[in-house]
């Protein structure tokens, strides 16, 4: 039989990484098996649902590519399966009606726990044991009408067909009770998976505290969708070898909920922007292009030439791990009216042969064939005239252009800059060493 698996959040307003990891796992493990994964949201809580805290959901599942096949569905729309269960149980005697465990007026449905153990065997944790002391009666319907938690959750599953429960570890002692109800209206249990919780660096749960925890928050600082599957996947569960870098059809190739580790995993935000890193090289140039090009516009900055702009991000690629890292990077490409470095210019301008070199190659760019090949001809030849290694003449002309001591490698640049732009630059530099600015 394909499985049928589920993600239940709760419209909270935020989808949180672990919740995301949750669902992901579910997904994998669906996609992997040709079964199905369905979209539940768990409003019950609620009077009525929110709309922009469900589209949070939908919004960034759909994002990261974690299509459902069914759903959404609202359990806020379902109340009636609920209330028929209910009075199921009441009839045979296996829930009665209380004051106790009422919040307001009127009583709440309480479900017998009775008095048998309740063990299952964990497709992550192992075998799982609870003694019939320790499992007491709970409330399955309130006094306000709406069910719990546990028995909204378990009417959903056997209703829907799920076949495997995917969840959080947190959830352990939820699963202990709902096993009861299973038995209690006749249907047989699910299999389970718990999955570790996620911990900050020092061991404790990952919380806000930690940095960001929402996927918009990753989002909004340029990690690719791609890079969060390919790291929520890897926290919790490896392929069984070193790799880490996969694609999302590679990881739903690989996934199997056998090498799911019982030990809580770390949150390592490095690796996740080394990993995001990884991504970014590896999206097409014209993929990454249309998803900067909104961040520039963003900015400010103008894109006049998309052949030149593919260039630019062709070179660039290499050197981001995160999108937002793009424009802070690129500017000097776009403007010319950057500050220089400080520092860089006093050593590289001020000093000798700084100036002479500017000036050489003011004259010479105007001439010689403007290709990576002609430039780099021409600035070893300057060098070796000069007297000078190749970083004596590279240097002023990269702070000259760019205004900085880092760029990607100098003839890229010098082309991306384009031949007037840099000669122009080159003169606005010697100018401005001449009377001692550097600002
Ligand atoms: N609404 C629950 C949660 O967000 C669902 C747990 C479950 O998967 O059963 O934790």
């Known amino acids: 039989m394909k499985p049928r698996v589920r993600f239940a959040p709760s419209p909270t307003g935020m989808l949180h990484v672990g919740g995301v990891r949750t669902a992901l796992y579910n997904w994998l493990f669906a996609r992997h098996q040709g079964g199905t994964f369905i979209l539940r949201i768990e409003d019950t809580d609620r009077e009525r649902h929110v709309e922009d805290a469900v589209e949070v959901i939908t919004g960034g599942l759909s994002w990261l590519g974690l299509n459902w096949d069914e759903g959404p569905f609202f359990q806020s729309d379902r109340s009636e399966l609920y209330r028929q269960a209910a009075d199921k149980l009441e009839a045979a005697g296996l829930a009665y009606r209380s004051a106790k465990g009422a919040e307001e007026k009127g009583e709440a449905l309480v479900f017998r726990a009775g008095a048998a153990e309740v063990a299952f065997s964990d497709m992550v944790k192992g075998e799982m044991r609870k003694p019939a002391e320790d499992l007491v009666d709970f409330v399955i319907m309130r006094s306000s009408g709406y069910p719990t938690y546990n028995f909204a959750c378990v009417v959903d599953d056997m209703d829907m067909g799920i076949t495997h429960v995917i969840r959080g570890d947190d959830h352990v002692e939820n699963t202990f009770r709902q096993i009861l ?43 690719l969708p791609e890079a969060i599957v390919n790291y929520l996947a890897l926290l919790g569960w490896s392929p069984g070898d070193d790799t880490e870098f996969m694609t999302v059809p590679e990881l739903v190739e690989r996934f199997d909920m056998g090498r799911v580790r019982r030990s809580p995993s770390r949150f390592d935000f490095r690796k996740f922007a080394w990993l995001n890193s990884r991504h970014v090289q590896n999206t097409p140039v014209e993929k990454l292009a249309a998803l900067l090009g909104p961040l520039v516009a963003r900015e400010g900055l103008e894109v006049k030439d998309e052949k030149w702009f593919a260039a630019l991000v062709g070179v660039q690629r290499e050197r981001i791990s995160l999108l937002s890292e793009f424009v802070p990077a690129s500017t000097y490409f776009f403007r010319d009216d950057f500050e220089y470095d400080e520092k860089g210019f006093r050593k590289f301008i001020m000093k000798d042969p700084g100036r002479e070199v500017l000036r050489r190659v003011v004259e010479r760019l105007g001439a010689g064939e403007f290709t990576e090949h002609g430039v780099e001809e021409m600035l070893k030849q300057l060098a070796e005239e000069l007297g000078v290694g190749f970083g004596k003449v590279a240097q002023p002309v990269r702070v000259a252009v760019s205004g900085r001591t880092a760029t990607p490698g100098i003839f890229e640049t010098l082309m991306l800059v384009g031949r007037e732009r840099s000669i122009e630059r080159m003169r606005r530099a010697v100018e401005a060493a001449g009377t001692g600015a550097s600002g």
């Open 181 to 223: 109800l299973y038995r209690a209206l006749g249907s047989d249990m699910p299999s389970y998976a718990h999955l570790p919780m996620i911990h900050n660096e020092s061991g404790q749960k990952l919380s806000k505290r930690d940095g960001a925890v929402a996927v918009t928050d990753y989002q909004e600082q340029g990690y």
